[in-house]
């Protein structure tokens, strides 16, 4: 059987991956790329301590965010696209205009 602490430094490693990715990527689609990989991180705590503590309590948040994630997901790909047809780019630093 794997220890927990394999498991808790995988996830510190992804979430530590996905913040230097939301933090130095411009590009909104890495950005929202990054934000999957941080709750996917969280998710792998969730379940490992759940199957360390014999609960089902964290099975049940990790489908919750799940679906938050995919509900990120499909609302930030509709504002890329909406904001890519009004300024005609990704990167983060050039989308800064709120005219309709």
Same mark, same amino acid.
């Given at each position: %059987? !794997?220890?927990?602490?394999?498991?808790l430094?995988?996830?510190?490693? +992804?979430?530590? !991956?996905g %913040?230097?990715?939301?933090?130095? *990527? *411009?590009? #909104?689609?890495?950005?929202l790329?990054? !934000?999957?990989? %941080?709750?996917?991180?969280?998710? !792998?705590?969730?379940?490992?301590?759940?199957?360390?503590?014999?609960s089902?309590?964290? *099975?049940?948040?990790?489908?919750? @965010? %799940?679906?938050?994630?995919?509900?990120?997901?499909?609302?930030? +790909?509709? @504002? +890329?696209?909406s904001?890519?047809r009004?300024?005609?780019?990704? #990167?983060?630093?050039e989308?800064?205009? +709120?005219?309709?």
């Open positions: %059987m !794997i220890p927990l602490h394999y498991y430094i995988l996830a510190a490693m +992804l979430f530590m !991956i %913040m230097t990715g939301f933090l130095v *990527r *411009r590009n #909104f689609l890495t950005v790329m990054s !934000i999957e990989l %941080m709750l996917n991180a969280v998710n !792998i705590n969730f379940v490992a301590f759940a199957h360390y503590m014999d089902m309590t964290g *099975r049940i948040y990790v489908f919750f @965010i %799940m679906t938050v994630a995919a509900a990120e997901a499909a609302i930030g +790909l509709a @504002i +890329l696209i904001a890519y009004n300024t005609k780019t990704t #990167f983060v630093d989308m800064n205009s +709120l005219k309709g």
